[in-house]
């Protein structure tokens, strides 16, 4: 297999995944090394030059970059964009070595196989083809973003930022996430915030003297459990049901100081048609009267079929000539499609893999997907 400085082209979209999946690119919230999704984007940027495609680097934040490849056939032509993000979670405890791409009975294994480099790797074997066809009724670019896995900041400053330019002729967004070939249109969103209790330090042997966080963290706990988590309640169809849950709690310095802090961090799912407005005002609500300070983590909107039906039309007949299930789903998890949508741009989550072989520890993609997917964009790309 190829090591992360080598810089030949690859021969088959199997070979890209295998380049693709020797690049550590752990999320460096996650201990990943840092430059590790930075050196992946330049081999892709040189790769595509390779090819004959131009490239962008978009800033996302202080020496990081997501990375644009494209083929402009014409200023006229409709752009229809794929995004794929290029970091992984941990590869620590995996059974399989993570890093060497292994191919054993029809599956491509190693971390980021099935999320989500195989959605890129095929998104990008595509778009090379496609530049040497006859026939081009697309501008065609391909966003590979950075830190999906965490903040989602590579997507935010995406939507944000050249996302914008491509609006006002824009067909779509194809977001590359494991679905096995699924259109899914519809996500739930997350709000996720800090809520802080503060206290007053003591030494332990004289405990009246200070006033432990901890203890009014208790009351915060139980205010949230018993008054906030059955009224979070609202469905949808299509998504499931909305959530809460408190997944983090933090406080205390050592065993013999009475603590002055303590935090929880809060992870709340929300179903379309809810908004992070409602939930700021039903959180405060509850724990009115509590000294309790919040920190927003972040907000990744919901996202709702009503935007991409077209793109899904567009998609329809492409799904139906490769033998697949044709009708939107929805899901209860997040992607970057949510900042896409909220941006405006119609965005479709499709990509090769089962969402549940992704962050195993043996993670793998059945090669018979990667070539199916490779057929799909190809073949969307192509259509008029």
């Known amino acids: 297999m190829n090591s992360p400085v080598q810089r030949a082209q690859p021969t088959s979209c199997e070979a890209l995944l295998a380049q693709m999946i020797s690049f550590e690119t752990v999320n460096p919230l996650f201990g990943g090394p840092v430059g590790g999704e930075e050196a992946l984007i330049a081999h892709l940027e040189t790769l595509a030059a390779g090819w004959g495609l131009q490239t962008r680097r978009m800033p996302v934040s202080s020496g990081r970059d997501n990375l644009l490849v494209s083929c402009e056939v014409s200023p006229d032509l409709p752009w229809l964009l794929f995004e794929s993000h290029v970091d992984t979670v941990s590869i620590a405890g995996m059974s399989i070595d993570p890093l060497q791409a292994k191919v054993e009975k029809g599956r491509l294994y190693g971390r980021g196989a099935c999320d989500t480099k195989g959605s890129g790797a095929a998104m990008f074997w595509a778009l090379q083809a496609y530049a040497r066809e006859a026939e081009r009724p697309h501008n065609v670019g391909l966003v590979f973003a950075l830190d999906e896995e965490a903040r989602m900041t590579g997507a935010q400053a995406f939507a944000a930022g050249a996302l914008q330019e491509f609006l006002p002729n824009l067909r ?32 332990s042997s004289m405990p009246a003297k200070g006033q432990s966080a901890i203890t009014k963290m208790l009351e915060v706990m139980a205010a949230i459990e018993s008054r906030y988590v059955p009224t979070v309640t609202a469905t949808n169809p299509m998504t499931g049901r909305a959530a809460l849950s408190v997944n983090v709690i933090r406080g205390g310095t050592q065993v013999n100081i009475i603590p002055d802090y303590c935090e929880i961090e809060c992870d709340r799912r929300t179903v379309p048609g809810e908004t992070a407005e409602q939930v700021w005002a039903e959180r405060d609500a509850v724990l009115a009267g ?42 209860p998890y997040v992607t970057d499609a949510s900042h896409f949508a909220g941006a405006g741009a119609p965005s479709i989550v ?16 059945e090669l018979a997907q990667l070539s199916l997917a490779v057929a799909v964009y190809a073949d969307l790309m192509k259509s008029a």
């Open 290 to 331: 509590l000294d309790v300070e919040h920190s927003d983590l972040y907000v990744v909107p919901s996202v709702d079929d009503a935007l991409s039906r077209e793109l899904l039309a567009q998609l329809q007949p492409v799904l139906a000539a490769n033998g697949l299930e044709t009708t939107g789903c929805g899901e």
């Open 172 to 203: 779509g967004v194809i977001v590359g996430e494991p679905t096995l070939m699924r259109p899914v249109v519809a996500t739930n969103g997350v709000i996720r915030w800090k809520t802080i209790t503060r206290g007053r330090a003591a030494h």
């Open 350 to 365: 499709i990509g090769p893999g089962d969402l549940a072989q992704a962050h195993t520890k043996d993670e793998w993609v």
